[in-house]
């Protein structure tokens, strides 16, 4: 199974799209967004992805209740299990317990808009940011879970 992962997307409508786009081409069959939505409008675009999609909020999500009413999405840290494997999905890195992550396969997180792909176990992935707002570089990544491989997905300029 293959995972799209997003983070910081920050209202960025045409990267979301892009991305969301980008990933359902290389075989993702779901999403999993590391927090920093921020709109109910910009849930409404990830809810036009043909699989699943899995959220956490972020320190930016200010309509909380908005979000939730479109999406699946919660406090982080949030434990799934997806084609057998166990991953946390949190916005801040600092709020997972040392033993939650130990007993995770894939650790996925954001708020830095820094990406970054630590292999090992937990393998630990931040996509970087979608809204490419911050750091001027818009990403996302592709998280393969049957060789617990990950990719550092461009999205160029619009």
Not at 1 to 9: A, E, Q, T, W
Not at 19 to 25: C, G, I, M, P
Not at 106 to 118: D, K, N, R, S, V
Not at 135 to 151: F, I, N, P, Q
Request: charged letters at 25%; glycine letters at 12%.
């Amino acid at each position: 199974m293959k995972l799209g992962i997003l983070s910081d997307s920050h209202d960025h409508l045409n990267n979301l799209r892009r991305a969301l786009s980008l990933l359902q081409e290389r075989g993702a069959e779901a999403i999993l967004h590391a927090g920093d939505i921020v709109s109910p409008f910009a849930a409404k675009v990830l809810r036009e992805f043909p699989g699943g999609v899995f959220a956490v909020f972020g320190n930016n999500d200010g309509e909380r209740k908005g979000l939730a009413k479109l999406l699946d999405v919660s406090e982080g840290p949030r434990e799934l299990e997806l084609a057998g494997r166990r991953i946390v999905l949190v916005h801040e890195i600092e709020r997972v317990p040392e033993e939650l992550a130990q007993g995770a396969d894939a650790l996925i997180f954001g708020h830095t808009h820094e990406p970054t792909i630590e292999p090992g176990r937990p393998l630990r992935l931040n996509p970087g940011e979608v809204g490419g707002w911050l750091k001027g570089r818009a990403t996302c990544a592709l998280l393969d879970l049957e060789g617990m491989e990950a990719e550092l997905c461009e999205l160029g300029r619009p």
